[in-house]
C-alpha cells in the first residue's frame, strides 16, 4: 500500500473511527484509505471550521479529535483552532501534507508552498513534527498520541511530504507503544494534602478545567467544603448541589469565600485572567494554598502552593476523597452566602428574561455551545449545565465564530443529543458558512444568533474607554435569509416568549432551525 493509506490504516489502530477535512489533491492518498479502515470524515466549508469540528468531538467524546488537512493553506487556515485546543489543553490531531520534500524551502513556487508550516505550528503548539521517511511515521504518531493523551493534554501536528505519501510501504505500521505516562501522585504530597484538608475549619475547592472527570462531589461533601468552579469545569457539581457556589469566580461572595478561607483546594486550574474577566476583580487567597495538577509548570504561578500535589486530577481527587474528611459544618450556608452575593450590570440583568427563556425550553441532555457575545457571556456566568459536557465555552483563546463549528462537531461527536449554539450577528459571520454543514447532517441543529446590531461587547469597550467608535457597527442585513439559503429554517423573535417557543420548535425539528433573537436595540434600529 501507499504511505498516505498507511497512516489511516494505523490510526484506526489507535481506535480513531472520525476525521474532519476539506479533501484536496494533496490528501487524495490519506483519503484513499479511510473507509477500509472503518474511519468515517466529516467534510467543513473552510479549515477553521475543520479544527474546530475536531475540537468539539475531543471534548465531547474525550478521544483526540482528528483532521486532515491539505499543504500550506490548509493548515494556516486551521492555525486558530490548534492555538484553541493549545490554550484550553484539547487532544487535537493535525495530519497536514506538506510541501514535496525535494522542493522545500527552495522558493520554487509548487502549490500551496509555504516556507515551513511546521514553524508556524509549532507558534500555536507544543508537539510538531515533520516527518522525513515512512518509516519514521509509527513512532512519531505514538508520540504524538501520548503527547495528547499523557499528562497535560494538547494539540500535536504531523506534517507529511506529499511525495512520501504517494510512495509504496512494504506492509501496514504496527503501533508502538506509548513513550510517556501520567506521573504517578507522591505518596507523601497526598498525606500532606489530605491532613490539611481534613483539619481546615472552612475549607473551599476551586474547580478548573483539569477536574472534569474527577470525583469532585465526592471530595466536596467529604470536606464540606463549598466548590467554584471556572468556565471549564462548569457542571463538575450538579447545579442544584447546596455546595455548588457555581461559576461566579469574578464576582464579591465567591472571591470573599476563596479570600477567608483556611484552606483553598484549587484543582486543574491556571488561575487565568479569562476566568475573571467579567468584572476584572483579582483572585486573592489568604490561607493554605493546596493545589492539584498534571502540569508541574502550573503548580506554583501566579499563587505559590502550600502543598503541591503533582499528578492526574481524577486520581488525586479520588484518594483525597476517601482519605480527607471532616465533620458537616456550614458548608452550604457559605456557598449560599457566595451565590447571593453578586453584582450584575444592568445589561446583564437585561438578559435574565431572554437566559431564562433559553433554559426552559432547552433539554436538559442537550450540549449549549457559546460564542463570544454578550447574552452569551451573561449565560455562561449565570447557568450552571447539567454536565461538563452540555456546555462547550471557548472564552480562553476567545475566538469570534467558533460556536457553528464547534456545534457541528459536538453533534457528530453525539448524535442523540440535541445542539444549541448561541453566537452574535457579527461573530456568526466568521464562520456562517459551516451552517450548510449543519444542514447536510441532516439533524436537530439550532442556531441562535443574538442581534443587538454589530460587535456589541467591542462597541462598550469603546465607550467604556471614552474612545470614538469605530468599526463597530458590523452586521448583516438578514441573517434569516441567509439561513434559509443554506437550507435551514429560519425564523426571528423579539421577546423572550417567542424565544421560548421558537426553541421548543427547533428541538423538536428533524432540520437545521436559526432563530434570530433582537435585542430592543436592534429592533428599534430596523423601524
Known amino acids: 500500500m501507499r504511505f498516505g493509506e498507511?497512516?489511516?490504516r494505523l490510526l484506526a489502530d489507535y481506535g480513531v473511527d472520525t476525521v474532519f477535512g476539506i479533501p484536496g489533491v494533496h490528501t487524495i492518498e490519506m483519503y484513499r484509505g479511510l473507509r477500509?479502515?472503518?474511519i468515517a470524515s466529516h467534510p467543513a466549508r473552510h479549515e477553521q471550521g475543520v479544527g474546530f469540528m475536531a475540537d468539539a468531538y475531543a471534548r465531547q467524546t474525550g478521544r483526540p479529535g482528528v483532521a486532515i488537512l491539505v499543504t500550506g493553506p490548509g493548515l494556516l487556515n486551521a492555525l486558530t483552532p490548534l492555538a484553541q485546543a493549545w490554550h484550553d489543553s484539547v487532544p487535537l490531531l493535525f495530519l497536514a501534507a506538506d510541501t514535496d520534500s525535494t522542493l522545500a524551502g527552495r522558493r520554487r513556487g509548487p502549490l500551496h508552498d509555504v516556507r515551513d508550516q511546521t514553524a508556524a505550528a509549532a507558534g500555536v503548539s507544543d508537539h510538531v513534527w515533520r516527518v522525513t521517511d515512512p518509516a519514521e511515521f509509527p513512532a512519531v504518531l505514538a508520540a504524538a498520541w501520548a503527547a495528547m493523551t499523557t499528562g497535560r493534554p494538547g494539540p500535536a501536528v504531523i506534517s507529511l511530504p506529499i511525495d512520501l505519501l504517494e510512495r509504496e510501504i512494504p506492509a501496514p505500521f504496527t503501533r508502538l507503544p506509548?513513550?510517556?505516562?501520567?506521573?504517578?501522585?507522591?505518596?507523601?504530597?497526598?498525606?500532606d494534602a489530605s491532613r490539611v484538608l481534613s483539619s481546615a475549619s472552612r475549607p473551599?475547592?476551586?474547580?478548573?478545567?483539569?477536574s472534569r472527570g474527577a470525583e469532585v462531589t465526592q471530595l466536596a461533601e467529604a470536606l464540606d467544603a463549598p466548590v467554584v468552579t471556572t468556565g471549564n469545569a462548569a457542571g463538575v457539581l450538579a447545579a442544584a448541589h447546596p455546595l455548588n457556589v457555581g461559576v461566579l469566580l469574578p464576582f464579591a461572595g465567591a472571591q470573599r469565600l476563596l479570600k477567608e478561607a483556611d484552606v483553598v483546594l484549587a484543582v486543574g486550574t491556571e488561575f487565568s485572567e479569562t476566568d475573571v474577566l467579567y468584572s476584572g476583580r483579582p483572585i486573592q487567597i489568604d490561607g493554605t494554598?493546596?493545589?492539584?495538577?498534571?502540569d508541574p509548570d502550573a503548580l506554583h504561578v501566579p499563587f505559590p502552593a502550600d502543598v503541591a500535589v503533582l499528578g492526574d486530577a481524577a486520581a488525586v481527587v479520588a484518594v483525597l476523597a476517601e482519605s480527607a474528611s471532616r465533620p458537616a459544618g456550614d458548608g452550604a450556608a457559605r456557598a449560599a452566602v457566595a451565590r447571593a452575593d453578586v453584582a450584575w450590570t444592568t445589561q446583564s440583568e437585561g438578559h435574565a428574561p431572554w437566559i431564562d427563556a433559553i433554559v426552559a425550553a432547552t433539554p436538559a441532555e442537550a450540549v449549549t455551545v457559546l460564542d463570544s457575545t454578550q447574552l452569551a457571556y451573561t449565560l455562561h456566568q449565570m447557568v450552571v449545565p447539567s454536565s461538563p459536557t452540555a456546555r462547550i465555552a471557548t472564552y480562553g483563546l476567545g475566538t469570534l465564530g467558533a460556536a457553528v463549528p464547534m456545534a457541528v462537531g459536538?453533534?457528530?461527536?453525539?448524535?442523540?443529543?440535541p445542539v444549541l449554539a448561541i453566537a452574535g450577528d457579527g461573530g456568526v459571520l466568521f464562520s456562517l458558512p459551516e451552517l450548510a454543514t449543519a444542514v447536510d447532517l441532516g439533524r436537530q441543529f439550532t442556531l441562535l444568533i443574538w442581534d443587538n446590531r454589530g460587535y456589541g461587547e467591542i462597541r462598550d469597550s469603546f465607550d467604556r474607554a471614552g474612545a470614538e467608535r469605530i468599526d463597530t457597527e458590523v452586521t448583516a442585513h438578514d441573517h434569516a435569509a441567509i439561513a434559509r439559503g443554506f437550507g435551514a429554517h429560519a425564523v426571528t423573535v423579539d421577546t423572550p416568549d417567542e424565544l421560548a417557543t421558537a426553541l421548543r420548535d427547533a428541538f423538536g425539528s428533524a432540520?437545521?432551525?436559526?432563530?434570530?433573537?433582537?435585542?430592543?436595540?436592534?429592533?428599534?434600529?430596523?423601524?
Open 178 to 191: 506509548l513513550p510517556t505516562a501520567t506521573p504517578e501522585p507522591d505518596p507523601a504530597a497526598l498525606a
Open 289 to 294: 494554598l493546596v493545589r492539584v495538577d498534571v
Open 410 to 417: 459536538a453533534a457528530i461527536a453525539e448524535p442523540e443529543r
Open 6 to 8: 498507511g497512516v489511516t
Open 204 to 210: 473551599a475547592i476551586l474547580a478548573g478545567g483539569g
Open 511 to 527: 432540520g437545521a432551525t436559526v432563530i434570530v433573537a433582537r435585542e430592543a436595540a436592534a429592533v428599534a434600529a430596523t423601524v
Open 36 to 38: 477500509d479502515a472503518g
